[in-house]
């Protein structure tokens, strides 16, 4: 099997960069435009803007861990990473498209691996209209906000929301809300992959709201629609034995 050309990014922290140090010492690396992967060393955030990134270029991305939690990275290690990448699995992760108007009338698009989520942005809770597929499922929901998930996503903010965490082969999408108050007994709901969302932002003058899709953030809007992007398709390099699928079964029954 052929070498692959690796290109390596990093985050701006200490241990990244002297991770980013070594390798580059111990390996032969190309810039992005020659390379087959990208190897990104950093915490979950960072692989996301990674991603984001070489969007454009549809770069297969190997992520290691040098920050947090890191659950979508591979363990770091300095030894064998050509041949870690050669070996690694591929993971098609589907990210949506936020489109979203603001007060002004200003129409804004973004792209999210993990969510898109919507935020009271002053003190009041804000009051929003949410759709699926053209249908009104609550007229009204008051909250701090909501959000849709991809399952790559729904292990993170999703999870923390108290959302539904979601096998990433199971064509499906969380919305959840961010801590509700009317209705109350509203947790959220599963919907497919396909499902077209649509919020309408209620008082808006009032209750003024932002989106957000990863780290894009829209101020003061008064309609979003997500949908999943079906012309885009971002590529993970997952180590074999670090399988994503395994992964997110595992967090199912964490303690």
Request: net charge negative; glycine share 6%; charged share 25%.
């Amino acid at each position: 099997m052929q070498s692959p050309a690796i290109a390596i990014c990093a985050a701006d922290t200490e241990a990244a960069r002297a991770s980013e140090e070594k390798l580059r010492a111990r390996y032969e690396v190309v810039s992005p435009e020659e390379a087959d992967a990208v190897v990104a060393l950093g915490g979950d955030g960072f692989l996301l803007q990674t991603l984001h990134r070489f969007m454009g270029q549809g770069l297969p991305v190997f992520g290691m861990n040098r920050g947090s939690v890191g659950f979508l990275l591979n363990e770091y290690a300095e030894d064998g990473l050509r041949e870690r990448i050669a070996r690694a699995e591929p993971v098609a992760l589907r990210p949506l498209r936020m489109r979203a108007t603001t007060v002004t009338g200003e129409v804004l698009s973004a792209i999210a691996i993990n969510e898109v989520a919507l935020f009271r942005q002053l003190r009041q809770t804000a009051k929003i209209r949410v759709m699926v597929d053209g249908v009104v499922r609550l007229d009204e929901l008051s909250c701090d906000g909501i959000l849709v998930a991809t399952p790559a996503g729904s292990t993170a903010y999703n999870l923390s929301a108290h959302g539904p965490i979601i096998p990433l082969r199971a064509g499906l999408l969380a919305l959840t809300p961010i801590s509700p108050f009317r209705p109350r007994r509203w947790r959220g709901a599963l919907l497919f992959s396909d499902a077209k969302v649509s919020f309408d932002v209620l008082e808006p003058d009032k209750r003024p709201v932002s989106a957000t899709a990863d780290n894009t953030e829209v101020r003061d809007v008064v309609h979003v629609e997500v949908a999943e992007a079906p012309d885009i398709r971002f590529t993970l390099l997952v180590d074999p034995d670090h399988n994503l699928d395994e992964r997110v079964l595992k967090e199912q029954f964490a303690p």
